[in-house]
């Protein structure tokens, strides 16, 4: 049994900072395909940034230079520090654990930035 609990979302006003953080327990090792989706309403999931065992990294353009992941394989917590939010980053932010074959979701943490 695989879970992704993910902690840190709230309401932040515009230009402010968040960090969230999604800690998995279960039959898994290390943060090697760990990574943050988010959906706004009526909109697709969409990724976020992701990262691998070696500390790769990959954002989504609309957040490159101020988003950052960051992880710690020993805990199996992956963690997404946010800054200059913007009212468009409003949405609920999931972690996910990809495995290949499958993947594994966080229940979400809900993100607003207010203008």
């Known amino acids: 049994q695989v879970q992704l609990v993910e902690s840190g979302g709230g309401l932040v006003q515009a230009g402010g900072t968040l960090r969230l953080s999604c800690a998995a327990s279960?039959?898994?090792?290390?943060?090697?395909?760990m990574g943050w989706y988010r959906q706004a309403p009526g909109m697709q999931r969409e990724l976020v940034a992701r990262?691998?065992?070696?500390?790769?990294?990959n954002y989504a353009d609309s957040v490159k230079g101020r988003f950052t992941i960051s992880g710690d394989s020993a805990k199996k917590s992956v963690y997404l520090q946010m800054n200059s939010l913007k009212p468009e980053d409003t949405a609920v932010y999931y972690c996910?654990?990809?495995?290949?074959?499958?993947?594994?979701w966080g229940q979400g943490t809900q993100v607003t930035v207010s203008s």
């Open positions: 279960g039959a898994i090792s290390g943060i090697n395909g």
């Open positions: 996910t654990k990809d495995l290949g074959w499958r993947a594994y």
């Open positions: 990262i691998t065992s070696i500390g790769t990294t």
